[in-house]
């Protein structure tokens, strides 16, 4: 018995290979695609969801770097706005020591002894009028009388 392969036109068996016997040509049948109306096509459910997922990761990476952007120009104009409110601050600080140094200047402590003493009737504290405390027993003290 022989046994027939496709890919070879010999029959093999147990003797000296044969040529088979000449097999006439049939051509192939063509086969044409129907033709289709402009109709559209559905597609798979995976390429649907991988374009949903490409689709809605896109969305979120727009809105990160978005957000990230706006994120930087707060940080800027915060950090422009402390650099603004430090400079006010140290000029606010120097006329406070300017006016403060002029008040100073202008008080005399002669003249105002002066106007205690003459205009006041103001007098030092004589040695009977002066009274010492230990406050090592509370926080703070009562004085009921004289």
């Not at 093999?12 to 289709?36: I, L, S």
Request: charged share 25%; aromatic share 8%.
């Amino acid at each position: 018995m022989a046994i027939r392969t496709s890919y070879s036109d010999f029959i093999q068996g147990t003797a000296v290979r044969k040529e088979a016997p000449a097999r006439p040509y049939v051509r192939p049948e063509v086969r044409r695609a129907p033709r289709r109306k402009t109709a559209r096509r559905r597609l798979s459910l995976p390429v649907v969801l991988s374009a949903g997922l490409a689709l809605v990761s896109f969305a979120l990476c727009a809105f990160l770097m978005v957000t990230y952007v706006r994120l930087r120009s707060d940080l800027t104009e915060i950090s422009r706005s402390v650099t603004a409110k430090r400079s006010e601050l140290s000029s606010l600080i120097s006329r406070n020591d300017a006016e403060y140094n002029r008040i100073m200047a202008s008080v005399d402590l002669a003249s105002i002894e002066a106007v205690a003493r003459g205009e006041l009737g103001m007098t030092y504290a004589d040695e009977g009028q002066i009274c010492f405390y230990s406050g090592e027993t509370g926080d703070y003290m009562r004085r009921y009388s004289d």
